[in-house]
């Protein structure tokens, strides 16, 4: 069998082989960035070039940029931390926005996957406590790029500060974390090609942060924890790659995108394609096969070594139906038929083929046999 | 250290900015000395073993799964070695595999402890009972329950470090939800009474954590026979990377704790997060390493350590063990130096890589907390060095740092007025001294 074909890149991506190298040697670094002496000096010399790599490559100042385990912790710190009594998050958040406040309220979508903007601010409005707003820059599900910077110039207007889990979209589309209008900004770096187990929190500098964990009082006292050099310096490695990538890299996976999707409508006319009206990842499609549960399609093409996910890699243990296709208005059991293909940075056009012979031939299971 | 890792250390000629141990080179006076600075801060942090280097690099590219993604062998592939990570981690405590709960860190694991904890039980037991010579981030973690309402008492250490078992035992009510007490202390390396301690905590109904960040391949250590109910461990304080830790959660009786990290529900909801698959697999090997070489380790690192204390105080008067010599880490020295100045004897001895207290409050220069609470005149705080050896620390290493502390005390001293009137016989605390 020819070896197995990876379409997941939005629950995770391989790492590059020039930021596995970086990470290499930056685990041969003996010292804690926190330590005085020669060895702790050089370790924090190779975090705070990294952050300084990072900061560049998405535009940031330096002390905006707090180190986190991952986007779920900076997820989590953002809306914590800010200490805001009220917490707006749209109805297509990641369970990491979603789930962390218990009174957090829901803005909804329009059923073209983007953010209801009229909702936002009549929610806004009717309730002058301060607030904070999460909206993603694009989703991890239908790859819908988010009005985020509409957003926050009506949460600003309304003295709300906006959060951005920026997560899915560093290095798929252009991304100036300055001038996208966002007060906080979560990023990731097993998405691009970078390891797990680090994320950051962009944080501008007017916003005041009670930290989630105590402690040492590292990165200026928002995140304490010895920091994990190895992962920063993957981070900042990965970063730069798929920022300069960036361009060509969305236009190629574009292309093998639309040319999946116009085979997938060629080949099942019944097929509906979720998002494609929208802003949308060149790498992502959202695609349900009506009458077929995504468990099954995801099993068959698994058996034919073509690795796909039918919601977020989180919560695929689980079968339900996707929460996001629900909120754009999706009946249950068209939402609970639909699968997600991810593109990256080692996607070919035989994965293309691959899926294709494994997925058209998909059938309803008949009563009549 | 065995013959395998001594390779690995020393083909692997390029540790950073600078060679730890087992190269020697020629020293201006014509002897053998070792590279240096020498690295003598191993409670700071660790070097990653080559070994546990090894084994996390192909989990980077090759088998780079989401070890939560269910439905392919991507994600299988990474599962499987997560799980095998976590028995290694719950091996060398003791533990089942299902009472381990991946984290960034031992701060992380703190935090989720102590905050956990407490927040799931303070409307019922809002009290919990700490060390004043704890890890800062178990502190500010009961800092932070204070604001909630939590009350927290604060114990004092006898002079040798330890905790005293009847103070412990009176503070005791009926509302104390949880004791926090760590297995070995960060600065003084001091072994607390773990089994005492559990079995006081057991007999009372209250829950036992300990940070065992220092303690962990360290000690041998056993959440069943020590009755601990949760702990704390570190990656790279053990030889694995930096960014990973685990917590232990008793299953039976079962602890319950509220999330601190809110959102997929990785980790049977305990720590949301994918879970970084190549450093679990650094922290899991870096746990089997250790259970496998620890006896032989411990006796090699004693053996050092002492080899360091008696040769510095056989030349040198008037130097000062912190902490009990007795229930102490191996590879822990905290020694006092009077009539010298701190900030001079670190300048004096800039050839080693040590510490005047802990890694987070090393730019302060206030004095070490841990060591005002034994007792410790502020002077003698302030001239305190914490001497940590560890895997690929060497007898050469031990030998040089021995002449380079002699040779800076006993310059300092010369230098000094005090020491001259200490030599005379003068009191110096009997000295009035005129105000200006």
Redesign the interface.
């Known amino acids: 069998m020819n070896p197995?074909v990876?379409m997941?890149y939005n629950?995770?991506?391989?790492?590059f082989?020039a930021?596995?190298a970086a990470?290499?040697e930056a685990?041969?670094?003996?010292?804690?960035p926190?330590?005085?002496?020669?060895?702790?000096r050089?370790?924090r010399k190779a975090m705070e070039d990294a952050r300084e790599r990072l900061a560049a490559a998405i535009g940031a100042q330096l002390p905006a940029i707090v180190f986190?385990?991952?986007?779920?912790?900076a997820?989590?710190l953002a809306l914590l931390g800010t200490g805001r009594s009220r917490i707006l998050v749209s109805a297509i958040e990641?369970?990491?926005?979603r789930?962390?406040s218990p009174t957090a309220e829901l803005v909804p979508v329009q059923r073209s996957g983007v953010v209801d903007l009229a909702a936002l601010e009549r929610m806004l409005g009717a309730d002058r406590r301060p607030a904070l707003v999460s909206l993603m820059l694009a989703n991890n599900e239908t790859g819908v790029v988010q009005p985020v910077a509409e957003a926050a110039e009506i949460a600003h207007r309304y003295g709300a500060l906006l959060h951005c889990d920026a997560v899915q979209a560093l290095g798929r589309i252009a991304l100036d974390v300055s001038a996208l209008g966002a007060d906080l900004v979560s990023l990731s770096a097993?998405k691009i090609g970078g390891?797990?187990?680090?994320g950051a929190l962009y944080v501008k500098d007017h916003v005041t942060l009670k930290p989630?964990?105590?402690?040492?009082?590292?990165e200026r006292g928002r995140r304490?924890?010895?920091?994990?050099?190895?992962?920063i310096v993957?981070f900042a490695a990965a970063a730069e790659i798929a920022v300069a990538r960036q361009p060509d890299e969305a236009e190629r996976l574009r292309a093998l995108r639309d040319a999946l999707e116009a085979r997938i409508q060629a080949e099942r006319p019944d097929a509906v394609l979720f998002g494609i009206e929208s802003p949308r990842l060149a790498n992502t499609s959202c695609v349900a096969l009506p009458g077929i549960a995504a468990?099954r399609q995801?099993?068959a093409l698994?058996l034919a070594g073509v690795?796909?996910?039918?919601g977020?890699?989180?919560?695929?243990?689980k079968v339900r139906a996707s929460a996001v296709l629900g909120a754009m208005g999706a009946p249950a059991d068209l939402a609970a038929s639909a699968i997600r293909v991810s593109l990256g940075w080692q996607s070919r056009a035989e994965d293309i083929d691959r899926f294709m012979a494994a997925w058209a031939g998909l059938r309803k299971p008949s009563l009549a046999a | 250290m065995n013959a395998e890792a001594k390779k690995a250390a020393n083909g692997n000629d390029k540790l950073g900015n600078g060679k730890l141990g087992n190269g020697t080179e020629r020293g201006g006076a014509g002897r053998n000395r070792p590279h240096t600075p020498i690295y003598l801060d191993y409670q700071a942090t660790t070097p990653t073993d080559p070994r546990v280097v090894e084994a996390m690099l192909p989990y980077f590219t090759e088998k780079f799964g989401n070890p939560h993604s269910r439905n392919h062998p991507f994600g299988w592939e990474a599962e499987e070695a997560v799980e095998k990570a976590r028995e290694q981690v719950a091996a060398i405590i003791g533990a089942d595999p299902r009472e381990i709960v991946f984290t960034s860190g031992a701060t992380e694991s703190n935090n989720l402890a102590i905050k956990g904890v407490m927040r799931f039980h303070k409307d019922r037991k809002n009290h919990m009972i700490t060390l004043v010579t704890e890890h800062k981030c178990v502190l500010d973690s009961a800092r932070h329950l204070e604001m909630e309402g939590v009350e927290v008492t604060y114990l004092p250490v006898q002079q040798n470090g330890l905790v005293d078992m009847t103070v412990l035992a009176a503070a005791i009510t009926p509302k104390t939800a949880l004791i926090s007490i760590m297995a070995a202390n960060n600065e003084i390396g001091v072994i607390q009474p773990l089994a005492e301690i559990g079995k006081l905590c057991r007999t009372k109904g209250v829950y036992f954590h300990t940070d065992a960040a220092q303690a962990v391949g360290k000690i041998p250590l056993d959440v069943e026979a020590m009755h601990i109910d949760l702990m704390s461990i570190s990656g790279h304080k053990i030889y694995g990377p930096k960014g990973m830790g685990a917590l232990y959660v008793r299953r039976k009786p079962r602890v319950r704790l509220e999330a601190l990290i809110h959102g997929g529900g990785q980790e049977r909801g305990m720590r949301s997060g994918t879970l970084p698959t190549p450093l679990c697999v650094g922290l899991g090997e870096a746990c089997a390493i250790a259970m496998k070489e620890m006896p032989a380790e411990a006796e090699r690192l004693k053996a050092l350590r002492e080899r360091l204390y008696e040769g510095i105080t056989r030349r040198l008067p008037e130097v000062f063990l912190n902490g009990d010599h007795e229930n102490r880490l191996p590879g822990n020295l905290n020694l006092s130096f009077a009539y010298v100045e701190g900030e001079g004897l670190m300048m004096g001895i800039k050839d080693l890589s040590v510490s005047s207290g802990s890694a987070c409050t090393s730019a302060s220069l206030e004095p070490s907390y841990v060591l005002r609470a034994l007792g410790v005149e502020e002077e003698l705080a302030h001239t305190s060095i914490r001497f940590g050896l560890g895997r690929f620390t060497t007898e050469e290493e031990i030998d040089y740092a021995i002449e380079q502390v002699v040779e800076a005390v006993s310059r300092l001293r010369e230098l000094s007025p005090l020491w001259e009137m200490a030599q005379e016989g003068i009191d110096i605390k009997s000295i009035k001294w005129a105000e200006h």
């Open positions: 197995p990876y997941d629950a995770t991506a391989p790492v082989p930021a596995a990470m290499g685990l041969k670094i003996a010292g804690n926190s330590s005085v002496h020669r060895y702790g050089g370790a986190t385990s991952g986007a779920t912790e997820n989590n990641h369970d990491s926005v789930g962390v097993h390891p797990a187990g680090i989630l964990l105590a402690g040492g009082g590292q304490a924890g010895t920091e994990n050099l190895s992962g993957g468990e995801v099993i698994d690795a796909v996910s039918a977020a890699a989180c919560s695929s243990g």
